[in-house]
């Protein structure tokens, strides 16, 4: 196994040899799940072009749908299980639930061909979901045009549940679900996300049509490729031994290659520009080459070398891939070059193409879902979207169910409403089981026998209606304590059966009885709040009273952090509209969605409007609104407040109208050319945000995606940190790091972080010596181009450049030599000991004030006469300061 890093997309080569045992069990079917759509329950067959063992889907899934059949013109040379389909015209979400061996990696392919089923000659358009994330559209071409979406997933749970999405423009079908296990050391990306089938190619085949099991023991379908108007082709009858991709042996035994030894080329062109591709080249030489020959070459992506001097090895497979994604562009060539000490042109023999896609939202916790199963199944439960995950996406979420979900955790259920449902018999035990419910309405429903003592241990409730049903017996006496001291809320007015204690009083009065102590204890939690609603306040004036002379600098320059301070609340979606004039004007575009220009009570702000289309939007948009409503510091973004109403969901901040540090340090000459103690503030700001986030906050706060393009600057080029979205918690109690999946941006990502899933502290340190490395040569993260000379991260190019002990010539020419040397050497060492993780935030901060330091002491030397400009009020007592002794500020803790 051999790693070689040419750019930021490094390239791993196997030389991998398997044994005979692997390839003796090639027609094994273990583990493959096949599914027939529409097929009734007790269908099974072989497919008699691949002998694939095939069996109804009904089984799997919650609503029935409608068996199909397409229409006999469409159905020549079609295998047996492309014939049926089952759609769904009712319902939104209609999902199968498919059981599978957990953490095992699984090709998963879903098959659509209209085929005119329902005679109406209109192909649909809808969403498939894979659990509780979006997978992909299926907009389905033609009538009889077949449509594939295959993903490579590795599922979480001992279930896959694969859901098809009515968007209003045609009703969702499907022909065949087909699941296949992977070798678990193949494919490998991080969990959480997936890959996507791009395009699968036999190159140089010899025939037309597409190749799959027996050939292929995990069921690939390869289809052929070549240009026969600049390739030829290179064949053996020989058996080609495979690595641990087992590609057959029937692929790999043609091979494409150039005519005149031009380089081979091939093209991939992406929808939009944030797509994320990995690459599989298949290698094997065909030919027994004579003594005086060889074959090796290069392989580049748009000219960039991915990997040097490549030879292949005779009759047995080599697979060539990055294990990182390539993105950024639309258009992309992969190039394979003679190599200058080749006397034959290059090969090809097959190539796999994946996109990247992301699921990340966590399904449902396993224990809700199980409990709600068992629910809806002893109830019959009838509600028109009780299928799928009950709680996510939340657009779809179940009608009746309220969940907590803090981005991270699986969702948990906390209410459950089941009030007029029709619900007869005993209160079923699998509600005990939804062990975060904190309100459960059962009301106006036929149940009968008593209040069973499991509701009892269901610790977090605060609500209970039981009201008009038929149950009888006494109230457990737990609950009826509870209800007593307040700290639940219990109706079972309508029960006249049903009774407090003994003797029962079959009377009005008594029927009422707990929910008049149930007033009661409302009355008093109501009077604990109003008093500790009025203690927070006093405590609050008290430590702001107390902490003026601590940090008074920390709004006395920001009129907005004035006026939003204690204005953090929850706005309407109509009031978001008004806010932003209709959504008039446009301040950016990201991942989240589009922020928009606002103003309130003249006020200027920026409105964050989450799009729809955003995988990661919802739990980002909660994580971030609980960490800034309680964390305050004059360089971290103030949250005025947020909308969350329906689908549409706002984050309003304060406006920071010099945009981005990203933006400055372009090559767009519409910007300001920050001076390099301009720079230098901005980066002691940045840096003093992120010491309060691992310093000043208890638990510490990890940011995970510090950036230029995080960091915003405020009139006065005052900088901010922003986006936190990412953003982690610290473990309190003594741990070292906290073990999460890799988030963050390519190129300001810790390599330490993204290989090991362990997040410490200095992983933040990590982005923002990038960051600083930026500042100083205007340089971006990751070299778009690059020469040979050149390195694609900016660490590279730094260290290479400084090899012959010259700083000036990784300096922003911009600068135009306006800097003291001493503080630019300084500035660098910072970043690069950031990079190399030798020091946290607090230590940052104080190395670069002493850079900063240095700057202002040129000044004041060389520039007594002129006045100094300082966006941050730096007075002459700081320019007077001794470099030896250095000011740090005292942060409050997290509020």
């Given at each position: ?529 109003v008093v500790a609603i009025i203690l927070i306040i006093l405590l609050n004036k008290k430590k702001r009273a107390a902490g003026v002379n601590d940090d008074k600098s920390a ?341």
């Open positions: 196994m051999k790693i070689e890093h040419f750019h930021s997309y490094t390239i791993l080569v196997i030389y991998y040899f398997l044994s005979f045992f692997v390839v003796a069990h090639a027609q094994d079917q273990s583990g493959f799940i096949s599914l027939d759509c529409g097929s009734p329950k007790n269908t099974s067959f072989a497919e008699p072009t691949t002998g694939i063992n095939y069996i109804s889907d009904e089984p799997f899934i919650n609503s029935s749908g409608v068996s199909n059949s397409i229409l006999p013109l469409y159905r020549l040379n079609l295998q047996q299980h492309a014939i049926k389909l089952r759609s769904f015209p009712d319902g939104i979400r209609n999902c199968y639930t498919i059981n599978i061996k957990k953490g095992t990696k699984y090709l998963i392919r879903l098959s659509f061909l209209y085929g005119n089923y329902d005679a109406k000659n209109n192909t649909p358009k809808f969403d498939i979901h894979l659990g509780a994330n979006f997978w992909d559209t299926v907009k389905v071409e033609g009538i009889s045009t077949p449509s594939i979406r295959e993903i490579i997933h590795v599922p979480l749970q001992n279930y896959v549940r694969v859901c098809l999405v009515n968007t209003g423009t045609g009703t969702p079908f499907v022909n065949a679900i087909e699941l296949r296990p992977l070798k678990n050391n193949t494919y490998e990306v991080d969990q959480y996300v997936s890959l996507a089938m791009v395009d699968r190619l036999d190159i140089g085949s010899t025939t037309n049509g597409a190749q799959r099991f027996p050939e292929d023991v995990f069921d690939r379908k390869w289809g052929s490729f070549q240009d026969e108007s600049v390739w030829t082709t290179i064949t053996t009858s020989l058996s080609v031994e495979s690595n641990e991709f087992l590609v057959p042996s029937q692929i790999m035994r043609t091979a494409a290659t150039t005519i005149n030894s031009a380089p081979l080329e091939l093209f991939v062109t992406a929808s939009d520009e944030s797509n994320r591709f990995y690459v599989y080249l298949h290698f094997a030489e065909l030919e027994k080459l004579k003594p005086n020959d060889s074959r090796a070459f290069d392989i580049k992506l748009n000219s960039v070398n991915l990997y040097k001097n490549c030879v292949p090895n005779y009759l047995s497979t080599n697979t060539i891939y990055s294990i990182s994604p390539f993105t950024g562009r639309l258009n992309y060539t992969i190039s394979i070059n003679k190599a200058w000490n080749s006397t034959l042109p290059p090969i090809l023999n097959a190539i796999e193409l994946y996109s990247l896609i992301d699921l990340s939202l966590p399904e449902t916790a396993q224990a809700d879902v199980d409990a709600l199963t068992n629910v809806k199944s002893a109830y019959g439960v009838n509600k028109r979207n009780w299928d799928g995950d009950p709680c996510l996406p939340s657009n779809y979420s179940w009608v009746g169910l309220n969940c907590n979900f803090d981005g991270s955790d699986p969702p948990r259920v906390t209410s459950l409403n089941l009030s007029s449902s029709g619900l007869t018999g005993e209160i079923s035990t699998h509600i005990s089981e939804l062990t975060e419910l904190e309100s459960l309405d059962l009301s106006n429903n036929n149940l009968t026998g008593s209040v069973p003592d499991f509701l009892s241990q269901l610790s977090k409730l605060k609500v209970l209606n039981l009201g008009r049903n038929k149950l009888t017996g006494l109230v457990p006496a737990v609950l009826v304590e509870r209800s007593k001291d307040g700290s639940l809320s219990i109706s079972i007015e309508g029960n006249p059966d049903l009774c407090e204690s003994f003797p029962c009083k079959k009377n009005k009065k008594s029927s009422k009885v707990i929910p008049i102590v149930a007033s009661a204890g409302g009355f008093v939690i109501l009077s604990i709040v709004y006395s320059n920001n009129f907005q952090n004035d006026s939003f301070e204690f204005k953090q609340r929850q706005f309407t979606y109509s009031e978001i509209v008004k806010i932003t004039n209709n959504f008039e004007r446009i301040l950016g575009k990201g991942g989240f969605g589009t922020v928009y220009h606002g103003l309130i009570d003249n006020v200027q702000v920026a409105v964050k409007m989450l799009s729809a289309s955003s995988v990661q939007g919802f739990q980002q948009f909660q994580a971030e609104v609980k960490l800034l409503m309680r964390v305050h510091h004059r360089n971290l973004t103030t949250l005025v407040g947020y909308c969350n109403e329906g689908t549409n969901l706002a984050l309003i901040y304060e406006y920071m109208p010099n945009g981005s540090l990203d933006t400055h340090l372009s090559d767009d000459s519409r910007t300001k050319v920050l001076s390099w103690e301009e720079r230098l503030h901005i980066a002691l700001d940045a840096a003093q945000g992120l010491e309060y986030l691992h310093s000043g906050c208890k638990p510490a706060i990890v940011h995970r995606d510090v950036k230029a393009a995080n960091i915003l600057l405020n009139e006065n080029f005052q900088a901010k940190i922003a986006d936190f979205g990412l953003s982690k918690f610290f473990p309190t109690d003594g741990g070292t790091h906290v073990s999460t999946i890799p988030a963050g941006t390519p190129g300001y990502l810790d390599p330490e972080y993204y290989m090991t899933h362990r997040l410490v502290e200095k992983s933040d340190v990590y982005s923002f010596g990038v960051v600083l490395l930026e500042i100083i040569t205007n340089r971006p993260a990751i070299s778009r181009v690059i020469h040979e000379r050149d390195r694609g991260h900016i660490t590279q190019w730094v260290s290479f450049m400084l090899a012959n002990g010259d700083v000036k010539s990784i300096v922003d020419p911009k600068l135009e030599g306006n800097f003291e040397i001493n503080s630019i050497w300084k500035a660098v060492e910072v970043g690069m000991a950031c990079v190399s993780k030798k020091l946290n935030m607090s230590q940052v901060v104080i190395e670069l004030k002493e850079c900063l330091a240095l700057e202002l002491a040129q000044r004041h030397d060389y520039n007594s006469s002129r006045s100094v400009t300082d966006h941050h009020s730096v007075n002459d007592e700081m320019l007077s300061l001794d470099l030896d002794v250095m000011i740090t500020e005292s942060h409050p803790l997290a509020r």
